[in-house]
């Protein structure tokens, strides 16, 4: 396989974000983020680590930069921390956060690289929080005032925006079990979260139409095959709840179907039983250019009653002793093959890019070598999946590989290095993966 077999226009990236990457938490006039705050909550993050520093990206852009050409990439993906532009999440413009992005969107064109810029990559301003954070009916009005701020200052020069990455991911993790920040737990907080961020989707690509000329529209998805563990009724039936939760909520109403609702699991009388004003609304439809996807593992799950609501859970992939990652993540190339397809398939859903891509797989550095052929051999059957993918007619049009840099991995800390660079957190040395020149043969 060769980077060329995906044709010359295909958009070859690599990706990264605000909060895991740039660390300078406190300078500039940044305000704090909810993962800040959750951060110093004891237990939250493995070993206690703090995203304070992470790998120095606000320092060190120039730097990272030229190391994702010098790998062969020409996409440069990063998402625009929401504190360094607006402090307190609304209100004041804070002017050396506009600035610092303004430079990092200079050097990639300079460098001859395509910015594409993510709003939200999770790291919603803690001062928006304590008024309910994205289960506030302010969020809207929030999120607008950041996009338009966002479309002023940087719509001239960036015509490649990401609204939202993964709307399930942050509701779920952030809003109904706690395990990423916020850290808040129960439906009282996920429905209206989940039709706050449906909300956002839309509006947020209508403010970049609205302001930007010529741009190049998406949101990002996570997504997971789910599995049954077995055939029986009842194991078929958990698996079909999970999907609708796991796969449909943010898609389906984006595209103008609703809120996906079958017997016996109707989301959209759950969220709107919570609250008469949530039903599913034109306004979350969009007509995005493309749609991000997101797979990192499917899912094997069973019947649990014990569980609520979703009376579902999974069956890990060390349980039923399949490949699977460091992050204990299956490892299912004909999988992610099947999601692009269904994904794709979806009327309405114009082009695909993947947005995400990669592992984390425990690596060893010796005498400055890191061989890390497990990784080198997942983007080898992945992309091998995506390429049978695109030569059957998806409209597949990009590949971003996550992520440039072992960075800071929310609540596993600095531990889950998923990088095609290996960074040295005490003295922030680079040190470029196997994987990493694996991709410079591929591409260059
Ligand atoms: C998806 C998220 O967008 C990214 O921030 C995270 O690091 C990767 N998954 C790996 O967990």
Redesign the pocket.
């Known amino acids: 396989m060769k980077g060329s077999d995906f044709g010359n226009d295909f958009l070859w990236g690599v990706a990264i974000?605000a909060q895991?990457n740039e660390g300078a938490h406190n300078i500039d006039g940044r305000g704090a983020s909810i993962w800040d705050a959750f951060a110093r909550r004891q237990g939250k993050i493995k070993n206690g680590d703090k995203p304070s520093h992470a790998c120095d990206f606000y320092y060190r852009y120039k730097d990272d930069i030229l190391l994702a050409r010098a790998l062969g990439f020409k996409v440069f993906r990063f998402s625009i921390g929401w504190t360094r532009i607006l402090p307190e999440g609304t209100g004041r413009v804070n002017k050396a956060g506009v600035a610092f992005y303004h430079k990092v969107i200079d050097e990639c064109l300079e460098l001859g690289m395509i910015p594409f810029v993510t709003l939200y990559?999770?790291d919603l301003p803690q001062e928006l929080e304590k008024e309910g954070g994205w289960a506030s009916h302010q969020l809207l009005k929030w999120f607008t005032r950041f996009v338009t701020v966002c479309m002023h200052e940087y719509g001239d020069k960036v015509k490649n925006w990401i609204v939202l990455?993964?709307p399930m991911?942050f509701t779920t993790l952030g809003y109904m079990i706690g395990k990423h920040a916020p850290g808040k737990m129960g439906l009282e907080y996920f429905l209206p979260a989940v039709h706050n961020a449906a909300m956002a989707q839309a509006e947020g690509g209508k403010i970049i139409r609205a302001e930007v000329k010529d741009a190049y529209i998406g949101t990002s998805f996570?997504c997971s095959e789910i599995m049954p563990y077995t055939q029986k009724e009842a194991d078929v039936q958990a698996a079909n709840r999970m999907d609708i939760l796991l796969n449909r909520l943010f898609i389906e109403p984006s595209l103008g179907m609703g809120y996906p609702h079958e017997e016996g699991f109707n989301l959209t009388d759950r969220i709107h039983l919570h609250n008469k004003a949530w039903k599913y609304t034109e306004r979350m439809k969009f007509d995005f250019d493309f749609i991000g996807i997101?797979n990192?593992f499917s899912l094997t799950v069973k019947h649990n009653p014990l569980i609520p609501y979703i009376q579902a859970t999974e069956v890990s992939a060390t349980t039923r002793k399949v490949p699977h990652t460091s992050m204990g993540w299956e490892i299912n190339a004909d999988s992610f093959y099947r999601m692009v397809k269904r994904f794709s398939a979806y009327e309405g859903v114009k082009d695909v890019i993947i947005s995400?891509g990669g592992a984390y797989f425990k690596d060893n550095l010796v005498n400055g070598v890191i061989d890390d052929a497990h990784r080198i051999q997942y983007f080898q059957d992945y992309l091998q999946a995506l390429l049978k993918a695109k030569q059957e007619g998806v409209n597949v049009k990009g590949y971003f590989a996550?992520?440039l840099m072992d960075n800071f991995?929310?609540s596993e800390g600095y531990k889950a290095r998923?990088g095609l660079v290996h960074v040295d957190f005490k003295t922030q040395l680079r040190t470029i993966k196997n994987s990493g020149y694996w991709f410079r043969k591929l591409l260059c």
């Open positions: 974000a895991q990559h999770w990455n993964e991911g996570s997101q990192y995400e996550w992520t991995e929310w998923f």
